[in-house]
């Protein structure tokens, strides 16, 4: 079973991560790690705080020589931003002069937070509420996608769209339709998208979204979006139909879901499936060469909580950043006068960042799975697992079936 915790608050000293339970000799050096928690930086519509962040990990356990020891692995990034947090975050005393943050922003986990945790100031729950914890997600979930890479397991995104700016052709048909170019892998998704500032796979989409994005900060407001997240070369089994905790869509939807100020997820064609018939929504099962396969992939290549081989098709939705330049209503709690909500310096749109880190978790869940599946202690072993699993998947098929 592989696990991972995440600690660090936004303006802390640094976010740190243990990760547990890959095997022994799998292949990962830093720059794998720093490249995609740069990934996650990148986007148009970002605050401030990505121009002093530049994130690089730190290994501080588990990987000699660029390979992993089968120990915890823990990481490490650093918030360049301390330098000026010290005295509001210190864990020590607190100076007289730091003030106490007493109005709520609507939408945010303000209220909540010190409701449950019974703080005087709201900064207790900004910290560890903030968005900045999914940089010690992706760092930790980076080794699961280096590990699913030496299965052929390839994963990316796109931004499908932002404040309700749609493309005029949705790559998303392609993906249902089964209708894909050649060599089409999760990541050459996101070779093309991340060209884009706003990960759109097509130019006018990528102007039409940028227009609207400026409109929004030119109002003081922000924008949610949507978009895809597609694994490739996902081997038929992953995951289970025996128990609710061990469908593969359950664990995607929870792991997707709990990125922050995410609201929605499917898989396949989700909601729209529950418009059409029955005959419209499922795949018809087709024979290539000696191989079981569908002629569509609706199903988001999951059917029964089990993994079909196809492309794994997660769509989610981002509310919008909650922290608004020109803010709704809320409530001091320190007069009990109702005012503007407080302004924090944010982001107006985080959308690119968020399918970045949807990817990761993505990620997470396909190797929690694979790796309960095929176990090992080292990548050999894991590999001769798979491997003997993969080539005699059909045979068994084939051998089953012909004795009736
Ligand atoms: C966030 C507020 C902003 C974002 C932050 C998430 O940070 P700050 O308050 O320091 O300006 O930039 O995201 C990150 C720091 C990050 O690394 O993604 C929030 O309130 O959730």
Excluded at 8 to 31: D, Q
Excluded at 237 to 252: K, N, Q
Excluded at 359 to 366: C, D, G, I
Aim: charged content about 25%; some cysteine.
């Amino acid at each position: 079973m592989i696990r991972f915790l995440t600690a660090g608050e936004s303006h802390g000293k640094a976010l740190t991560t243990i990760i547990e339970g890959f095997p022994s000799n799998l292949k990962i050096g830093i720059g794998y790690i720093n490249f995609h928690l740069k990934r996650r930086q990148a986007g148009y519509g970002r605050g401030l705080r990505m121009k002093i962040e530049t994130d690089t990990a730190g290994i501080l356990s588990g990987i000699r020589f660029q390979k992993t020891l089968g120990s915890p692995i823990s990481l490490m990034i650093k918030n360049k931003d301390w330098d000026n947090w010290v005295e509001k975050m210190t864990s020590d005393k607190r100076l007289a002069k730091v003030e106490k943050i007493t109005i709520p922003r609507p939408g945010h986990a303000d209220l909540v937070g010190i409701s449950k945790y019974n703080f005087d100031d709201i900064r207790n729950s900004i910290e560890r509420s903030s968005a900045r914890e999914t940089a010690a997600r992706v760092a930790a979930c980076s080794i699961a996608r280096r590990f699913l890479e030496e299965f052929g397991i390839s994963i990316g995104s796109f931004v499908e769209s932002i404040g309700g700016v749609y493309p005029k052709s949705n790559f998303a048909l392609n993906l249902f339709n089964n209708n894909l170019p050649k060599n089409f892998t999760g990541w050459s998704l996101s070779g093309q998208s991340d060209k884009s500032e706003v990960k759109a796979l097509d130019k006018e989409h990528e102007e039409k979204i940028i227009n609207k994005i400026k409109l929004a900060k030119k109002k003081g407001d922000t924008l949610g979006g949507t978009f895809y997240v597609v694994a490739t070369g996902v081997p038929v089994g992953l995951g289970s139909f025996v128990h609710y905790d061990t469908r593969l869509d359950a664990e995607i939807a929870r792991s997707v879901m709990s990125i922050n100020a995410v609201k929605a997820v499917s898989i396949g064609t989700g909601f729209e499936a529950a418009e059409k018939f029955g005959s419209e929504s499922h795949d018809e099962i087709i024979l290539k060469g000696n191989a079981l396969t569908r002629k569509t992939n609706r199903a988001g290549g999951i059917e029964g909580g089990i993994s079909t081989g196809l492309p794994i098709v997660v769509r989610a939705a981002m509310k919008p950043i909650a922290t608004l330049m020109s803010p709704i209503e809320s409530v001091d709690l320190h007069t009990m006068q109702h005012v503007d909500a407080r302004r924090e310096r944010s982001d107006f749109v985080a959308v690119p960042a968020c399918a970045v880190i949807a990817e990761s978790m993505l990620a997470w869940s396909l190797a929690k799975y694979f790796i309960e599946k095929f176990g090992g202690d080292s990548i050999e072993e894991t590999k001769d697992n798979y491997k003997s699993y993969t080539e005699k998947l059909n045979k068994r098929i084939n051998k089953n079936f012909k004795k009736l």
